[in-house]
Structures are given as structure tokens and as C-alpha cells.
């Protein structure tokens, strides 16, 4: 064996519609020799695992799936179907070996697959069969005498059995003896042996009815997704040497332009360069009024465009775009199982040959120790063996997960898998940055002081050093100096000073703009401007000092806005029993300002490093939730218990988190924890009913009071009521229980001033929010 011969493989498997044939697929290819790493997705119909080639061919995968009844193709070429198996939409996961080549001719694209209705997959066509035949049987009853008739209940019985046997012969060649279709197949042969036919062909059918239910269920579960693949448009009109031409959204490429007409979903992430109209980008955010779009605004793919058209240059190829992203995340989520999940599939390893054993005992003991008669006991042995299936049990949590993941995905909360989820709902302390997520992440200048000359000449000192800059407080002051029709003065030799500002050279003076602390490692601190200094940051504002050689020029104020939503997002962590705490590398008198107004704790003054030691500091007791957006926020994600990054967040802190909030909504933080408890509470429910029904028939089968027919009645009813109880999350609302916490329309100024609008120049006092 050579590290050669190992590479990873990726199929697409059709026809699995519960969690029981997803383990089926995973315990037919396990057993093959070389197969490392297996990874089945229920819902997105995937195949993932490492391959040693030496030993294992991936035709020979592809015979073991094809072996135990489903399709398999792979990642990339066309579904294999199933005969009237369900089969996803082709494009509804990104292809991300996508070529980049655009075909100028226009392409026509295939109607999106419609999912069979259920009397036309092979599932439903096994439930009219069986009960036609059960039908035919019961009216030879009537009018037959009974020695003949119940060879039609024998034949109703062989030809419904007919198929199910042939997948559990299948199973057991591939070293899986306990499957349900193997009991099912024993427990109505055993049944024909000891003259229960009639009782046979009820079985036979209502297990077929189950199936059919089953597959119904997990139909209704896939929707959420087949919604999300068809929110993104599958032609685009690209304009090339001044013409449009209709191409496959697809085959876009970065940079290139499309037109967007009225109507029209948008179909890339990308940047309106032409044109103003209302977008509804309801179907990415949530929020139902149009945002107006404008020449440099951004715009996301799936949203609409509703009154005028747009050019837009695509930012982001179709691989990467908001819509492909919530895909691309919803279908790695399937692979973190739930700690509760890896241990019902433990136990259920252990309590079928249990069950088993039991029936082989319920069987034999009685009439061999006890003179017993031999038909009774038989007869409650295979009862036994229909109740004992844990179908319901394996599928309990997955079923719950999928709706979960599902309904997360629709309102823009992703959590990547069950073991996200059970984390989240277990979380007792939520942490959050400041900058970005708690506040907008876009300062604003609200004080300009000058100290020597007007406000003008400062502003244009200020703006001449941090020309070109990327630092944020630089771009502020360059706007506010912009907006006051302030020409930036002219500079040369400009160079940034890490961690305390920039400088350059002005009409032959160095020009400073940095921090308080790099005006006092010049000695251009005095006590007057210390004072103004101090009284600015008392009130939530950074603070940066204009310096002309080692003289202060002028002081500039500048206020991060707190977001519209976080003080109510605040409120409903309260109300959950929460109590959160920001952590900041803001100095101290600027978070305070900021986490009084919330009313929340605070950690100030922190580097990366001390947010990773803040939350160390916090997990050795409590179980931590991080809410972050940036780069610097990555390390401290990734050291809670759970990891929660803003949409608008840079990629690193994406791929670190566990989580995301595409929506960029800080009450989106309550709604994830509300999802994960709801869906916890599901799988508890799952469980007792799952175990509970089970018990009860187990015992009364022993005791004779209940049959065979009861028995798989029991049976496929709890797996029924289990997958239905778990599409309840399919519905659930994640923000119903949202606090409205009232928001002052005005703000008073520091001086005692005007009042000015939210965007205004003065900061809230915590007063104010109280």
C-alpha cells in the first residue's frame, strides 16, 4: 500500500429516503478493504470517503451501493435513477470544478426534474400491489370456502414479500443480517409456517405503507433545499462588446457584466456599476422592503430586482456566492453527527442482536421448559422480532438534525451539523466582539476640535496622511472631509506606523494622525488636550490627535454606530437566561460607553491572543458561545465551545466558526440558540416515543395481548410519528419569541445641545438606552 494509491472519492447516491438506508449505504462500503473516512448525507444524497486503490477499486463501491438497491454515480456526471427513486435537481449543489470558459452561442437549459408523485416511485407502487392483492384475498374470503381462500392470502403475501426479501438477501451478502427487511421477510415466512397467512398479507402490506411514508417524509424534507437551488436564476443575460447574450448563470465569470431587467432575479453576487431600482432581497435576508440600489451598491444572487434595470459586474464566482454558500454549508453541515446521534447508532448495534436473542428465547424456553404450545409462543417470537426494529429509534435524531438544518438555512442561520447544534443548545454564556458586531463596524467622525487654525485646514492635514490608507478610522476622516467639500492637502512620503496611526509630509512639515498613545511618546501631550481627550472617550469616541512634528494641531472624534437591533438582540439573551459580555481591543473608556448602553460586561483593551484567553478564561466553567466577525476574531471562535460568525464577516472567520448568521442580524444569535434547544427538545421527544411504544408492545407481544399485525403497526407508526414529529421544526419559527426593546428616536448631544438623528455627530448616553 502506498500514500499514492489513497485519494478521496466523492459519488452521488439516489434513493435513499431515511436514515436507515443511509446506514445501509454506509455499512455496505465500510466492509470493503482500503474505505477509510465514510461520509453518507442523507439529505444532499452524498457519498464521501478515502479510497485506497490498491485494495479497492471505486467501481467496486459502486457495485456494493448498487448491490443494496440505490443508484450511484459520480461527483459531476448524471444521477443514476433509481426506478421512480427520488432524485435531486441538477445544480442544486455548486460544482465546484466548474470550467470558467463562457460559450458565446445561447444555451438551452434542461427543465428542473419534478419528484415523483408517490404512487409512481417503487415504494408506491409496492403499497397499491399489496393492497390490491390483500383486497383481492379478502373478497375470495367471502365467497370461497377457507381452504382455498387463504391460499390467496398466501399468494398476497409471497408476491408483497417478493421484493423485500430481495433487498435483505442483498444486506446480508454484505454482511448486514439485521435489517429490517430481513425480519420482516422472517417474521411473515414464520407466520405462512404456522398458518397465519391472513395476518401475513396485513403485515406485508402496512409494512409496505410505512416505507411509503417514510419516503414521503423525507421528500418534504429535502424541499428547504430544493427551495434554496431555485432561488438563484439558471441563465443571465451577459452583455459582450455592447450586447447581451443569454448564458448559463453558471458560466459567469468575475468581472464580467449582466443586465438585470424589472422582475429578473439577480444571478450573481455583484456590484451595481449602471442603474438605480429597489431590490427585494427577501428570499437572502429576510427583510421584505426593497433596499434601494445605486451605482456601487452590493447586490446578492437570488434577490430581485423590481423596478428599473441594472448592470452589475459580478464580484464572486457562481461557486462562492451567498446562495451557493448556505448550500455548500447546509450539506457539510450533514456530516458532524450529534454526539446523541454516534451513541443511538452504538446502541442500536447492540439492541438488535439483543432483540433477536430475545425472540430465539421467547420461542424455545416456553415449550421447551414449560410444555408450552409451540404455535403460540412462535407466533409472539416473531411479533417480537417486527416490534424489536430500531428503525424508528436510528432515525429519531437525523430526521430532527435535517429539519433543523433545513429551517436554519431558510432564515439565514447555519450551523454546521448535529454536533453544532447540540453545542448550541447546551450554551450558557454568549461572548461578543464589538466592532462589526455589536456595532456597525463603520466609524463615523462626530467631533473635529482645532487647536491651531480652522477645521478645515485639519481636516485637510488629516485627510493628506490617510489618502490611500485601508485602516478604517483613516477612511472616516477622508469622507467627513469629502463631505465638507475639503480638499485633501497634498502629501509625500506617507508610511503607516503600526498600532498608533500614519504620518507623512505636508508643505515640508511631518503631519501625524495616530492614536493618544503616539502623542504621548512624542511629548505632545498636554494636560488641556488630555483632558478634551479624556472627556471624548468617557463618552464611547476614539480618539485620534493631529501632530505637526511634536505639536497637536487638532483632535478628531470618531463613534462606531451600535447596530440598529443590538440592544434588542441583548434583551432576548437576557430573557433566555443569558448574560453576555463583550470582548474588545477598544480602549476602556470607549467599551464601557458601548457595553453600557447594552447594560452588559465588558473586557477591554484586548489583542487577539487576550480574547483567546478571555474566552479560556470563561469555558473552564460555563460552556461559551463567540459571536465575531473579523480576522482578529478567528483564534477566539475557534476556542469556544461554539463559534458564531456575522455574515458580512471576513472568510477566515467563516471557515473558523460553527456557525454563521448570514443575515447579519444580531437577534439572529437568540433565534440559533432558540432553534437548537427546539431541536434538542425534538429528539427528546423522538427518543421517549421511539423507546416508549416499543416498550409497551414488547411486553404485551410477551404476554399475547397484541400480534403480528399490531407489532409492525408499532413499528412503522413510531417511525411515522417520529419523522412527522421532527418535520415539525420544518415550521419553526426561530424569532416568535423576539423582545421589542423601545429605541429613543433622539439623541442628546455631549454639550447639552440639539438632538440630532442616529447617523448624527454626538454619542447616547447609557441613560438614554435605559
Given amino acids: 500500500m502506498t500514500d499514492g494509491n489513497i485519494r478521496q472519492h466523492e459519488w452521488r447516491v439516489t434513493g435513499m429516503d431515511c436514515g436507515s438506508c443511509a446506514a445501509k449505504v454506509r455499512g ?109 384475498a379478502a373478497a375470495s374470503h367471502l365467497f370461497l370456502p377457507t381452504h382455498i381462500s387463504k391460499w390467496a392470502f398466501v399468494l398476497a ?30 417474521a411473515a415466512t ?67 457584466t449582466v443586465l438585470v431587467r424589472p422582475g429578473d432575479r439577480v444571478p450573481c453576487d455583484g456590484e451595481v456599476i449602471d442603474g438605480t431600482s429597489g431590490v427585494d432581497e427577501s428570499p437572502v435576508t429576510g427583510e421584505s422592503v ?53 451513541f443511538i447508532d452504538r446502541f442500536s448495534r447492540v439492541y438488535m442482536p439483543t432483540v433477536v436473542g430475545a425472540a430465539i428465547l421467547v420461542a424455545l424456553v416456553p415449550p421447551l421448559a414449560f410444555g408450552a404450545a409451540w404455535q403460540d409462543w412462535i407466533y409472539r417470537a416473531l411479533a417480537l422480532l417486527l416490534i ?12 430532527s438534525i435535517s429539519s433543523a438544518l433545513s429551517t436554519g438555512a431558510r432564515r439565514g442561520l447555519l450551523m454546521k451539523g448535529g454536533a453544532v447544534i447540540e453545542a448550541v443548545a447546551r450554551t450558557t454564556h454568549v461572548a461578543f466582539d464589538k466592532t462589526g458586531t455589536l456595532t456597525k463596524g463603520r466609524p463615523l467622525v462626530t467631533d473635529v476640535i ?18 490611500g490608507g485601508s485602516h478604517p478610522l483613516g477612511r472616516a476622516i477622508c469622507a467627513m472631509t469629502e463631505e465638507r467639500g475639503v480638499d485633501a492637502a497634498p502629501a509625500s512620503a506617507a508610511k503607516a506606523l503600526p498600532g498608533r496611526g500614519a504620518e507623512a509630509v505636508i508643505d515640508g512639515r511631518t503631519i501625524s494622525v495616530g492614536s493618544p498613545r503616539l502623542a504621548e511618546e512624542r511629548g505632545a501631550m498636554t494636560d488641556a488636550v488630555r483632558g478634551r481627550v479624556s472627556a471624548l472617550e468617557a463618552e464611547g469616541k476614539t480618539v485620534v490627535l493631529v501632530l505637526g512634528d511634536t505639536t497637536p494641531l487638532g483632535i478628531i472624534a470618531l463613534r462606531d454606530q451600535p447596530r440598529p437591533d443590538a440592544a434588542r438582540a441583548v434583551a432576548e439573551l437576557q430573557a433566555l437566561g443569558f448574560e453576555p459580555v463583550m470582548l474588545t481591543g477598544d480602549n476602556p473608556r470607549t467599551a464601557q460607553a458601548i457595553a ?47 463559534g458564531v460568525a456575522m455574515g458580512s464577516g471576513t472568510d477566515v472567520a467563516l471557515e473558523t ?22 431541536t434538542m427538545t425534538n429528539i427528546r421527544q423522538n427518543i421517549v416515543i421511539a423507546l416508549g411504544l416499543k416498550l409497551v408492545f414488547l411486553v404485551t407481544t410477551v404476554l399475547g395481548v397484541t400480534g403480528l399485525w399490531i407489532a409492525i403497526l408499532a413499528d412503522t407508526g413510531a417511525t411515522v410519528l417520529v419523522t412527522l414529529n421532527a418535520l415539525r421544526l420544518l415550521f419553526f419559527r426561530p424569532d416568535k419569541k423576539s423582545v421589542v426593546v423601545d429605541r429613543p428616536d433622539r439623541e442628546t448631544s455631549r454639550t447639552g445641545g440639539t438632538a440630532r438623528g442616529p447617523e448624527g455627530v454626538v454619542s447616547r448616553s447609557a441613560q438614554d438606552m435605559a
Avoid at 427543465?111 to 407502487?125: C, D, L, M
Avoid at 424489536?388 to 430526521?399: E, F, K, M
Fill in 28 to 136: 455496505a462500503v465500510e466492509r470493503l478493504p482500503g474505505v477509510a473516512g465514510v461520509d453518507v448525507a442523507l439529505m444532499t444524497e452524498r457519498l464521501r470517503l478515502t479510497l485506497d486503490e490498491g485494495e479497492t477499486l471505486p467501481g467496486q463501491v459502486e457495485k456494493a451501493v448498487r448491490a443494496v438497491g440505490f443508484g450511484i454515480a459520480p461527483k459531476g456526471a448524471a444521477p443514476e435513477r433509481p426506478k421512480g427513486g427520488f432524485v435531486l435537481p441538477d445544480g442544486a449543489f455548486p460544482d465546484t470544478t466548474q470550467e470558467d470558459d463562457v460559450h458565446d452561442e445561447t444555451v438551452a437549459q434542461p427543465a428542473e426534474p419534478v419528484p415523483a408523485s408517490w404512487y409512481q416511485t417503487s415504494k408506491g407502487h409496492l403499497v397499491i400491489g399489496t393492497g390490491a392483492l390483500l383486497a383481492v
Fill in 157 to 186: 403475501t409471497l408476491l408483497g414479500l417478493a421484493p423485500v426479501a430481495r433487498r435483505a438477501i442483498a444486506m446480508l451478502r454484505t454482511g448486514m443480517p439485521f435489517t429490517i427487511e430481513m425480519l420482516m421477510t422472517i
Fill in 190 to 256: 414464520g407466520a405462512l409456517v404456522i398458518g397465519e397467512a391472513e395476518e401475513a398479507a396485513l403485515v406485508v402490506f402496512l409494512f409496505a405503507v410505512g416505507e411509503m411514508l417514510e419516503g414521503l417524509s423525507a421528500n418534504k424534507a429535502r424541499e428547504g433545499i430544493r427551495a434554496l437551488s431555485r432561488l438563484v436564476p439558471k441563465v443571465a443575460l451577459l452583455e459582450i462588446g455592447g450586447r447581451t447574450r443569454e448564458v448559463p448563470a453558471q458560466a459567469l465569470r468575475v468581472g464580467q
Fill in 290 to 342: 426593497p433596499r434601494l440600489k445605486e451605482p456601487g451598491a452590493a447586490v446578492f444572487a437570488g434577490s430581485i430586482n423590481t423596478e428599473a434595470a441594472l448592470r452589475v459586474r459580478m464580484t464572486k464566482a457562481a461557486q462562492d456566492n451567498t446562495i451557493a454558500r448556505i448550500v455548500r454549508l447546509v450539506e457539510e453541515a450533514e456530516s458532524a453527527r450529534a454526539p446523541t446521534e454516534r
Fill in 388 to 399: 424489536g426494529c430500531p428503525c424508528a429509534l436510528v432515525i429519531s435524531v437525523p430526521a
Fill in 450 to 467: 482645532a487647536l491651531s487654525g480652522s477645521e478645515a485646514e485639519l481636516l485637510a492635514r488629516a485627510a493628506g496622511v490617510e489618502s
Fill in 596 to 642: 453600557g448602553q447594552f447594560g452588559i460586561a465588558h473586557q477591554a483593551g484586548l489583542m487577539p491572543e487576550d480574547k483567546v484567553a478571555a474566552i479560556h478564561g470563561l469555558t473552564s466553567e460555563a460552556r461559551v458561545m463567540m459571536v465575531g466577525d473579523g480576522i482578529n476574531d478567528a483564534p477566539a471562535l475557534a476556542a469556544a465551545h461554539v
Fill in 657 to 678: 466558526a460553527d456557525a454563521a448568521i448570514l443575515r447579519n442580524r444580531v437577534t439572529d444569535v437568540a433565534g440559533t440558540i432558540r432553534l437548537a434547544r427546539a
